[in-house]
């Protein structure tokens, strides 16, 4: 599996109903693409509690190949001819469980760097024990670590039925799932 995320910083006066009738058009897409467990597409709205205007999209897929395949396709060509071609920052999977939950309507994440004196293999075990005790509750779809061994950076995103308290959460404007019942099965 690998997990996969661009960020797109909207300015502060542009029409966020534009980005969700792109989602609203495009979503079809994404509920059939071959190689990807699960997209969450995400609006950040100033006007609505965000620090900024901004869109984005969390990828859980099965593997590199299917990430590659699709940076390599025409639907990821429209994103870069409509917003510049984004960074994309990639994770190796510590641990993916999920959870009880049918769908998801906020991502919460949790970031940190891991220190050099910390043993990979504990913190891989750590994570799991966590991860399973995340998906566990209730409302939890699911939660994604991983590892960004370039910056070795930890994050945790997790796709909730409601808002995380005391965390910040960014709405879900699109969550497709292609191959989610594939990975719960694992």
């Known amino acids: 599996m690998l997990i996969a995320r661009y960020r797109h910083r909207l300015p502060a006066d542009y029409d966020m109903n534009r980005i969700r009738a792109r989602v609203a058009e495009r979503a079809p897409a994404w509920d059939v693409m071959p190689g990807l467990v699960l997209k969450a597409v995400t609006i950040e709205e100033r006007g609505r509690g965000g620090a ?4 984005s999209s969390l990828y859980l897929w099965q593997d590199a190949s299917a990430a590659a395949a699709f940076l390599a396709a025409p639907a990821f060509r429209a994103v870069a001819d ?3 071609r984004p960074r994309v920052e990639t994770w190796l999977p510590s ?19 891991v220190a050099l004196e910390e043993d990979l293999a504990t913190l891989s075990e750590t994570e799991r024990t966590r991860g399973r005790a995340i998906a566990g509750e209730p409302g939890i779809l699911g939660t994604l670590v991983g590892l960004d061994p ?10 909730r039925s409601e808002p995380a308290a005391g965390t910040p959460a960014v709405a879900i404007a699109h969550l497709a799932r292609p191959g989610l019942a594939a990975a719960r099965g694992r």
């Open 52 to 55: 900024t205007n901004a869109y």
């Open 82 to 84: 409509s917003f510049g």
């Open 95 to 113: 641990a993916v469980d999920f959870g009880p939950a049918a769908t998801a309507l906020f991502l919460s994440e949790e970031s940190r760097l």
């Open 150 to 159: 370039e910056g070795w950076r930890l994050t945790r995103f997790t796709l």
